[in-house]
Each structure stands twice: as structure tokens, then as C-alpha cells.
């Protein structure tokens, strides 16, 4: 074997530190001795794509992108001085696409992700291949190229008609359900009768139309040949939680992690589900699971950022926020779960920007738009909250959440608390179950002292629904009211529930001490009457507004 063939077969034997200082060897005794018959043109070149593949293989990125581009100047030298000298038939030369692809992700792994679309543009579109043309896609959706990102994905699906990720990456970008199956279904295998719903559910998810999306997608989950199937269980789940339906959305992501323990794919939704139901330890079992699984990749970190956040522990939320957001500079939860962090410790300034950034990555998300909210209502800028919330209205549609969002701000906006109820209430029709609405039509109702009308909202929720908060809500107006001892009934209901709730105790023993010098006051009365009952016989027949003026109150 002579000195290519050795490192060749390092290079077959995946032996890449080796590989990498044999090569190293090997193209410095062609570059010092260029007379020197130690490998032709040919396999210089062949050598240096090795070299640049064991360095990519040992994350040199850095490196192995400058030994790439070397072999890109060894291949055009080859083809202009068109040498004839053919390379053995053991070993066929790298084509200069492939070098140029691995440059991109050499690129890709440094964050370098315009000057990786750059280099794959250099690359004329006949030689593009699908993944070439998958990624010039990603590239450009990026960089907001819309137009060629759709042009890139149907190349993909026109080569390779049951590419899943250029479907719903069209469809992503608008493009209708009816014209991407058009797209694929002549290529598409005859026993493919699923397909035409898949792309009819993840159009309507696109569309952003999440009941129809959940009808559709459910029913393939109902057919036994796509049942516990994690990916649509995952668009599934992702359509729950975009229309709010949280309780269902974390019931499917523990379904989907029971049946795939290692899959990360929205592990990051579902540990913002198990924080915002405070299962803790849920939570820490399932970050230490995911970062068994791989450290790479932004999901674990996030999962971990909610677990600080859950246990009070802010400051290393920020940093787990920020080790994902490094692994993945596009991920939203990782933008929204570091400025929910900075706004629990009060650095609104450095909240906002974050926020802002997961509302352009993902305009669709309610949380993000929440979130930019907080921060302005924070800062005092009730206008631009306002405004804010009447894009998530036009952006999200007119459903229970979004009026309630924008009735939250015009609550506490002192000059136009009475405007907020009009919203309130429609909310509360279209979605009676969405308790974020009676709390602050509830909370309103008690500014304006009308209690009875309060309790009668409570009392009806509490026939379907039993929080904490509403049974403190109720408490706290029958308190008004003078209904004490059923106030201290439903505070004992809300510490039952939130036996940790500071509120709640002290709505109880503050009630109670009420009740006591009720109590002691009746008790006082009681025994001036046994004691005056004699004296009272006296003033029978008497003038009784003369016996009041001579009595003095001490």
C-alpha cells in the first residue's frame, strides 16, 4: 500500500484523529517535495478532502472549512489542467459539490449562516441536489427570501415527492394544501391513502385554523395504521397548544414521551406546559432525561430554564435561556423563557428586546405577545401595549384569549377600566371556560364594588371549575358582604388546593379575627341586656327619645 492508500483506508476504518495527523504528513511531503512522486494531483486532492472530513468529524470546524477550500483550488486545478493521469479504480474523487456542501456546514456549525447561504448559492441550480436545495431553503426563510425558499422546496419535492419537511415547509410560507398535494401525489406510492389528510391537517395548522387542523390530524391518529405515530402526535400537540387547549396539549407530549423517550422534537413545549402547571418534579426528571440524550441541542437547556425558573432559581434560568439560544440562535422558547426570566428580576429594558424577537421568529405565538405586553405595561407605555394587543387580535383572530389580552390592558389603564367589560364579556361567551377572562371582569366588578354581581360569575364558574383563585375571589367578596362563615368555607377550599398560598392565609385570618370581635361585640351587648333587663321595666310607658338624650356613652 503507498502512502493515499494508507490514508484512505484510515479514512474507510473512521479513524479520524489518526487520519488527521497522517494527512497532515502526507500533504506537507507534497508540498515540500513537489517533483516528488509521493501522490498525483488527483490524490492530493482526495487526501485533503479526507483531512477536511476527519477534522469536521472531530469539530475543527474552523479548521476543516480552510482545509475544504484548499481542496476546492486542488480541484480546479485538476479540471483546468484537465489531467490525465485517472486515479486508481480503489477510490473515486470527491465531487466538488459535496466539498462545497460541507464547507456550508462547517459554516452552519460557527454560526455563520450568511456566509454559508452565499456558498451554497455558488452552486449552480442543475447541480443542486435535494438536500443542497432543503437547505438553501431553511437559508432563505431566514433571511425572509420567501420566494426562493418556496422555489428551493418544491426542487426537493421534485425530486423526492414524500419529503415530509419540504411539504409542511411550503405550506409554512402559504402555500396552499390542494397545490402542494398536487406537487406530490403523481410520485407518490399507492398505498399512500394517509397522505392526502396529513397535508390537509398540517395546511389547516399552517393556516393557523387549529380546531379543523385537531379534527383532521385526530383522525389519523384514530386509524390503526398511523396510531401512536410520535410525529403527527407531535403536530397534533402543537395544534392543541396553539389554540390554547394546554391540559390536552401536555396530555399528548406525556403520550408521545412515553412512547419515545429519546424524541426531542417540542420537548421545549412541553416543559413550558409542566412549569406552567408547576409539576416540578415532572419537570426535573424530564431535563435530566433530555440532556442524557445529547447536550447539543436547545431542548434539555430549556427544560432546565424551566425548572429554575419554577424553583425560584432566576439568575440560572438566564443562563440555561441563554446555552440554548447559542445552540439554536432561532428557537422561540429559548427567546421567551430568558425574557420571562429578565422580567421576574425586574430588568424590563432587557426583557423587551427578547421578546420582540420571538414575536418576529414566530408571530403566531400568544406567549410572545403576552410577554412584549408585560414589558410595556411595566414600562408604563400603556399605548404601545395597547396597540400590541390589537395586533395579536388581527394577527391570532378574535377568540377568548386575545379580547381577554387586550381587556387585561385597558384594566389597568385607570382612565378606561369601564372599556375593558364590553371585551370581557364576549370573551366569556365565546369561551366560558377561559378563566383568565372572569378573573378580571371579577377583578373589575370588585373595583367597582358591585359584589353580588361577582359572586354570581363565581359561583357559576365554580359549578365547572375548581381553582384556587376562584375559591379566594369568592371568599374575598363574601367577605364584603358580611357572609363570613361561608368566606372562611371557600378560603379553607383555595388553601386546600394551594396549601403554599400566602394570600389565601391571610385572607383567612383576617377573616377570622373579623368573626371573632363579631363575636366578642354581640357577646358585649348580650350581657348589658341581662344586666339593664330590670332597669328596662322602669322606662316602660316613658318617654323613650327623652330616656336616649339622658343616657351617656362612655
Known amino acids: 500500500m503507498n502512502l493515499f492508500e494508507h490514508v484512505k483506508h484510515l479514512h474507510d476504518c473512521e479513524l479520524y484523529n489518526d487520519l488527521k495527523h497522517l494527512a497532515s504528513i502526507a500533504m506537507s511531503l507534497c508540498d515540500n517535495n513537489p517533483d516528488s512522486e509521493v501522490m498525483n494531483l488527483s490524490q492530493k486532492y482526495q487526501c485533503t478532502v479526507f483531512y477536511g472530513n476527519a477534522l469536521y468529524h472531530l469539530q475543527e470546524y474552523h479548521k476543516a472549512e480552510d482545509i475544504y477550500k484548499k481542496a476546492l483550488h486542488l480541484r480546479k486545478a485538476i479540471n483546468k489542467e484537465k489531467v490525465k493521469d485517472k486515479p486508481s479504480s480503489s477510490f473515486e474523487l470527491t465531487d466538488e459539490v459535496e466539498v462545497k456542501y460541507k464547507i456550508y456546514e462547517c459554516l452552519m456549525a460557527t454560526k455563520q449562516c450568511r456566509e454559508a447561504m452565499v456558498m451554497l448559492q455558488g452552486i449552480s441550480s442543475k447541480q443542486r441536489t435535494p438536500k443542497i436545495n432543503l437547505a438553501l431553503a431553511k437559508l432563505y426563510i431566514r433571511v425572509g427570501m420567501d420566494r426562493s425558499a418556496i422555489t428551493s422546496y418544491k426542487e426537493v419535492l421534485r425530486e423526492c415527492p414524500l419529503a415530509l419537511e419540504a411539504m409542511t415547509g411550503l405550506m409554512s410560507l402559504g402555500v396552499k394544501g390542494p397545490d402542494v398535494a398536487a406537487l406530490v401525489m403523481n410520485g407518490a406510492p399507492n398505498t399512500s391513502d394517509w397522505l392526502s389528510l396529513w397535508i390537509k391537517g398540517q395546511a389547516q395548522l399552517s393556516q393557523r385554523d387549529y380546531m379543523s387542523s385537531i379534527a383532521t390530524l385526530s ?115 429559548a427567546f421567551l423563557l430568558k425574557g420571562t426570566a429578565l422580567l421576574e428580576l425586574k430588568k424590563v429594558d432587557d426583557a423587551t428586546p427578547h421578546m420582540k424577537e420571538a414575536l418576529r421568529l414566530a408571530p403566531h405565538r400568544y406567549e410572545a405577545y403576552t410577554g412584549l405586553i408585560q414589558c410595556y405595561m411595566a414600562l408604563y407605555r400603556h399605548r404601545e401595549a395597547l396597540t400590541w394587543a390589537g395586533k395579536a387580535i388581527k394577527t391570532l383572530g378574535t377568540t377568548a384569549r386575545t379580547l381577554t389580552l387586550y381587556a387585561s390592558v385597558l384594566a389597568k389603564t385607570p382612565t378606561v377600566i369601564a372599556k375593558a367589560k364590553p371585551y370581557l364579556e364576549k370573551a366569556m361567551k365565546l369561551d366560558p371556560s377561559f378563566l383568565e377572562a372572569v378573573y378580571i371582569m371579577v377583578e373589575i366588578l370588585g373595583q367597582e364594588q358591585q359584589y353580588d354581581k361577582g359572586i354570581e360569575i363565581l359561583r357559576k364558574q365554580l359549578e365547572t371549575h375548581s381553582t384556587c383563585r376562584l375559591h379566594q375571589m369568592l371568599a374575598e367578596f363574601l367577605t364584603q358582604t358580611h357572609e363570613h362563615q361561608e368566606a372562611l368555607d371557600q378560603f379553607s377550599i383555595a388553601l386546600s388546593l394551594d396549601p403554599s398560598n400566602v394570600r389565601v392565609r391571610e385572607g383567612m385570618e383576617r377573616v377570622e379575627k373579623q368573626n371573632d370581635m363579631g363575636l366578642e361585640s354581640a357577646y358585649d351587648v348580650g350581657v348589658e341586656d341581662m344586666e339593664n333587663s330590670e332597669e328596662e321595666e322602669e322606662f316602660e310607658g316613658s318617654d323613650v327619645e327623652s330616656a336616649w338624650s339622658d343616657t351617656e356613652f362612655s
Open 219 to 333: 383522525s389519523l391518529d384514530n386509524q390503526s395504521y398511523l396510531r401512536d405515530n410520535t410525529q403527527l402526535l407531535n403536530s397534533l400537540a402543537e395544534a392543541k397548544f396553539c389554540d390554547s387547549q394546554y391540559t390536552q396539549a401536555l396530555a399528548l407530549f406525556q403520550r408521545i414521551h412515553a412512547l419515545d423517550p429519546m424524541q426531542m422534537t417540542n420537548m421545549d413545549l412541553y416543559s413550558y406546559l409542566l412549569a406552567k402547571d408547576r409539576k416540578v418534579k415532572d419537570l426535573l426528571k424530564l431535563s435530566q432525561q433530555l440532556l442524557k440524550i445529547t447536550e447539543q441541542s436547545a431542548e434539555p437547556w430549556i427544560s432546565l430554564g424551566y425548572y429554575c425558573l419554577a424553583t425560584r432559581k432566576v439568575s440560572k434560568t438566564i443562563y440555561f435561556a441563554q446555552k440554548a439560544n447559542t445552540l439554536d440562535p432561532y428557537n422561540i422558547e
